[in-house]
């Protein structure tokens, strides 16, 4: 019977030690994808802030109002005038009749 | 107990100690003794195996710790491998954003330049490919500088990627590259003064400091640097599209107006954000030209007109020895004033714009809205030099603006040290007292907002700022009502903007020589407005140097006609971006009751 338990904890101890040699070599894989998907963040973040930089470049105010200027025939943009402001009821609303009143069979047309 | 114990008395001793006529209790003492002899022994034994327990748990101790520090000590530093947290690449200055989180100023990774002379391997092909790319570098210095002693030089603080590409092509390996985050305006001129600029501090190879030289970037650095912050920006008060609209009609009107600088405020009455601050010539803080060595620093396009700038802004000072009369219940905005000119105060004469006289008597409404020296000094006369101070003290006149740039504390108004009555009498109508233009925007939003003091500042406010009362609403409401109708009747016809109830005064200022007196054709020409009137929402100062307009024969340099028309166009075109809608300004009821009642 005491051998059997010496055995069976020599067992045990064996089980362990492989299990926590796993169990390490698993933690420096996950650490190793930990710390590439930091440097992907980080240039990630570097490369966005770059593109913010550009976006605020090229939407700068004064590219922007040459642009509108150079452009004035195709799309005739104009700076924004007190005039531009509107009521709601200069805006041509659908009036409130249907343009279809009769009732219209479908059935026989099989839908 | 390992040995019998000894009886103390044992029998057979003591039986033989009496016969032989000793005394048999010295047998018991002698066995006391040795038994406490045997006691004495074995304490002493228990004891020491005790202490030699204690010093081994000690040394145990000592050496555990001393191995721990002598492996702290030898080990290299790591960071650690394992914190869940996320590391945030937080870039070395904060970005500055304006008030819709436009970016003003931003941070890009670029390059420097260095070279290790000893590394070259052909100094002279270097230098010349260098000049190549780099055609401001001196090639004789440079090559002297390759071929002499130095370890260590310095090429180019701040170069492109596609230089830094070229200059990998020479393929020289004495030719290093260090990363340099440098700072970017990406809107170039415009808001140039208020952001100011930035540059490097403490170099080194690997990285430098970016430190701000003027602006808010000098006056934040520390919180833009302050890692603390997490990267997170600071948001400015200004508003990105109306900065630009507003720098862009001023510099058309400088241009008509051959002014020789300009200067403009936007303010919003409640919070005291300043939604623009333009001063014109401009620069371009990328590359922020460097201050002049000789003559008027005034005359540098690094001077901010509307902060640095302390002038005599003239007559748009008279709002508020009107408000203030009526506030101090002197006069009602009907009582009539003697206008009389011209009024002479011991050698002195005050007399009326290009000679005018509007004699014998106007009511307070028409001095402001006529803009009459000779009234509004009468009006100061009532109201006395300590409390015209006072009032000035309370609109922040005697003091420096509190706006969140290094230059505000610089611009000290000036203002006679003895206060006397006939400074009250030019003080009344802007002569006498320079301000910035700042000022006058901060104490046009205090007196027309309801009465309630107003702090400028450059920094997004979530809710209206006020401080304490400075006149009563009333009165407020009634120099709004004068203001308009010198838009509508008065000196600031051209003002007029339909749909936003402009209400403003204007104020022609002689500019003063450097060495006494006043000049006869250069002018300081001031419109200080608010819109819409009824409703105050805005209040815009706009300031020209030197204008003349030159439309008609006779050459004019008043306010009405250049800083005016310059003013209103500045609304038309930034109210609607402002999000004002255009809207009927409601009949003045209160008017008629007050004439008819009278």
Known sequence: ?111 | MTEMRTPLRPLARVLGAREAGENPDWIERENIRKRHEVMRDKARHMAEGRLLVLGLFFLAGFVVIGAQMTLLAVSEPTEPRTTATTTQIVAQRADIVDRQGRVLATNFDTHSLYAHPKDLVDPAGAVAALIEIFPDLDGDRLLADFTGDRKFLWIKRKISPEQKQAVHDIGDPGLLFGPREMRLYPNGPIAAHVLGGASFGKEGVSSAEVIGTAGVEKHFDEYLRDPANNGAPLQLSLDLSVQAATERVLDGGMRLLNAKGAASVLMDVYTGEVVSLVSLPDFDPNDRPQPLVQGDQSDSPLFNRALQGVYELGSAFKIFTAAQAVELGLVTPESQVDTQGPLRWGKFTIGEFQGKNYGPTLSVTRVIEKSSNVGTARLAQQIGAERQKEFMRQLGFLEPTALEMVEAAGAKPLYPSKWTELSTMTISYGHGISTSPVHLAAGYATLLNGGRKVTPTLLKQGRARLGEQVVSPEVSKASRAMLRRVVTEGTASFGDVLGYAVGGKTGTADKPRPNGGYYDDKTLTTFASVFPAHDPKYVLVVTLDEPLETSSNEPRRSAGWTAVPVAAEVIRRVAPLLGLRPEIEPVEVQGITLTSSE
Do not use: C
Request: no cysteine.
């Open chain 1, 1 to 111: 019977m005491k051998s059997f338990l010496y055995s069976l904890a020599a067992l045990v101890v064996m089980g362990l030690a492989f299990w926590a040699y796993s169990e390490n070599y698993r933690t420096q894989e996950s650490i190793a994808t930990v710390e590439k998907l930091h440097r992907d963040i980080a240039s990630a973040q570097a490369r966005v802030a770059v593109l913010k930089a550009e976006w605020a470049y090229l939407n700068r105010p004064d590219r922007l109002r040459d642009l509108a200027e150079m452009n004035f025939t195709r799309l005739e943009l104009l700076p924004l005038a007190p005039e531009q402001f509107g009521a709601i009821d200069q805006i041509g609303f659908p009036s409130n009749e249907l343009p279809i009143t009769q009732p219209i069979e479908v059935m026989e047309r099989g839908e």
